[in-house]
Each structure stands twice: as structure tokens, then as C-alpha cells.
């Protein structure tokens, strides 16, 4: 991907339920990075713009709609993957640079404001996507030097060691993850020679399974994901037509079905999602004209309404 110079959105609604600016946009623009939650605090790390790679770890405060900055990764990466496990955050993977794929994995303790290398995955993987369940990390499939695999590697804190879980039902990369309740859900991705795919697959570990379930109503890839309230939402990305998507969609499990929801304000890409206090923010990626985002967007479940980000970033003050 080559970044152009940063944009900031402002009021374009695409037919999206937009309520009135609301909040800081991020103060590095960028495209693919990774976003983690740790309490009341947002960490987003990474990514590339028109510079290259940034090792930028910059931190939203939501109730005090302000960012800090915080210690830098020491591997500057695309198209990772983040995952949360005993209040640490974990980056999984991506295009390190070299421009190749990495097996490099880097963990960071907001305790200390310190980051620790970690166990290297098995393989390299670029565009992976990783949650956890029961207290290990699952990084599924991915991107080779060859092309997609549908290889699942699991990672044990207490033994600091990777194993493998059942393969993925066919393989793909630039996938979204989330879990619900006792199931690892993995949405869309591209798959050779096939393209972007509608896929919803489902990991139980219990009996190491995959399950096909229903498939998205778009297909779309470079897609951000999160699970709220029992439900799992998906965001943006673009699909075969090489047409990149605002919409988002979700899906319940009680019923095994998707709904669309409210566009977010833009169309585009490689964005990172979390979700805090029952509403999903949405940071940065990059659009149509190949700019990269500094983008802050919270979509509110329960109006289905998106808030855009404000004109200026605004930095906290004071001490933690």
C-alpha cells in the first residue's frame, strides 16, 4: 500500500446516522495499525503513512477525549494483529520493514510504559487476526511469502510457547476476529485465487472445531471487527469490485443472522477497532484516494449512530 498525506473527515455522512462532532481525531495519521483496551484507555499502535512504517503508540483517553503518547514499539509494522491478555498488550505479526512478513512479537506492560519482545510466532504471518479465549491468544490464518494459509497458532502465557489449534475451513488473510462467548468468530478475508470473501467461520475450543456459519451480506476484506453486548459487529473494508465499503454490519448468534447497520462517515480500509463501555471505536485506515487516516469515528450500538471525529487533535495535560 502507498500512503498519501493525511485527511481528516468531517461531516460526509454516506447515508450513514450521523450525530455531531464528538471527538479528537488521532494525532498521527496512518493506515493498519493495531488498537487494544486496557481499562479506561485506548492504545493505538503502528501502522504506515506517506513516511513509511511509524512505531507511534499513541493513547485516547475517552472520558477525557485527549490523547498521550506512549513508548514506541520497537518494530514498526502493517497489518498486524493486537490482542489483551493479563492487562498486557500483545502485536502479533505483520509487514515489518523489510517490507516481508514477520514472525516478531512484541509485548507492552501499560504499568511501566515498556515493551518486551515475546515469544515468536511459529511462522510469519502479515495480516492475521487474533483474539483471545480462555487465556490464549489465537492468531489465525494470515498472509506467506506464498499467499494465505489457514494455519491457527495458539499461544500459552503460563508455558511462553506456541502450538496449533484445527486448521481454518480454507485459507485467507486480512480476516477479522472476535470471540462470543465460548466461540471464536473470524469474518471475511481474501482467499487466492478467489478474492474477498462473505465467510463467518466459528472456533470452538472444546472440541477444536470449525464451523461454517452465516455468511456476511458483503463480502469484504482489510475489515475491523469487534463483539459487544453478545453480538459481533463488523466495519469498512472493500471488496472484489475493488470498491472500499463504509458500511458495517452485525451479526447475532441467537439467531444466526446479519443485519446491516449504520455506514460509518467514510468508505475505507485497514482500520482498528475496540469497544469500551458498550460503544466501538473506530481509528484511522485509508480510503478511495489512497489517504491515510487519522480518523477517530465511536459508533453507539444502541441508537446506531456514529459520532466523526472533530477538526483538531487535542493532547492531554497533566500526569497520568
Known amino acids: 500500500m502507498k500512503f498519501k498525506s493525511s485527511v481528516y473527515v468531517f461531516g460526509v455522512a454516506f447515508l450513514s446516522s450521523v450525530i455531531s462532532f464528538a471527538q479528537s481525531p ?26 513509511g512504517l511509524t512505531s507511534v503508540n499513541e493513547v485516547y483517553e475517552p472520558e477525557h477525549d485527549c490523547w498521550r503518547e506512549a ?11 493486537a490482542t489483551v491478555l493479563h492487562g498486557q498488550i500483545y502485536v502479533l505479526g505483520g509487514v515489518g520493514p523489510d517490507g516481508t512478513a514477520s514472525a516478531v512479537v512484541e509485548r507492552y506492560d501499560p504499568q ?6 515475546a515469544q515468536p510466532m511459529p511462522d510469519v504471518r502479515r495480516g492475521q487476526a487474533a483474539a483471545v479465549l480462555h487465556d490464549r491468544i489465537y492468531a489465525t490464518a494470515g498472509g506467506l511469502p506464498i499467499g494465505p494459509t489457514d494455519t491457527v497458532f495458539v499461544y500459552d502465557q503460563v508455558n511462553h510457547s506456541w502450538g496449533n489449534a484445527a486448521s481454518m475451513p480454507g485459507a485467507r488473510r486480512n480476516a477479522a476476529a472476535g470471540v462470543v462467548g465460548n466461540t471464536l468468530l473470524v469474518a471475511g478475508g481474501l482467499r487466492r485465487f478467489v478474492g474477498t470473501l462473505d465467510e463467518l467461520v466459528g472456533y470452538d475450543p472444546d472440541t477444536d472445531s470449525w ?24 466495519f469498512g473494508g472493500f471488496n472484489n469490485d475493488d470498491f472500499f465499503l463504509a458500511s458495517g454490519e452485525v451479526y447475532d448468534p441467537e439467531t444466526e443472522t446479519w443485519s446491516f447497520i449504520s455506514a460509518m462517515p467514510e468508505p475505507r480500509e ?11 471505536y473506530v481509528f484511522a485506515g485509508d480510503n478511495a484516494d489512497n489517504l491515510s487516516l487519522a480518523t477517530l469515528d ?15 487533535t487535542v493532547m492531554c495535560s497533566g500526569h497520568d
Not at 28 to 37: F, Q
Not at 211 to 232: C, D, N, Q, W, Y
Open 211 to 234: 464451523t461454517e456459519l452465516s455468511p456476511m451480506e458483503i463480502k469484504r476484506s482489510h475489515l475491523s471487527a469487534v463483539a459487544v453486548g453478545g453480538k459481533f459487529y463488523v
Open 26 to 51: 488521532m494525532p498521527t495519521d496512518r493506515s493498519g495499525p493495531v488498537a487494544a483496551a486496557i481499562g479506561n484507555r485506548i492504545y493505538v499502535i503502528s501502522g504506515g503513512n506517506a513516511n
Open 270 to 280: 485497514h482500520t482498528a477497532a475496540v469497544a469500551i463501555g458498550g460503544k466501538v
Open 71 to 81: 513508548a514506541p514499539i520497537p518494530t514498526p509494522r502493517s497489518e498486524a494483529a
Open 112 to 117: 511501566s510504559d515498556t515493551w518486551s519482545p
Open 298 to 312: 465511536i459508533y453507539d450500538p444502541v441508537t446506531n449512530s456514529w459520532a466523526p471525529s472533530k477538526l483538531e
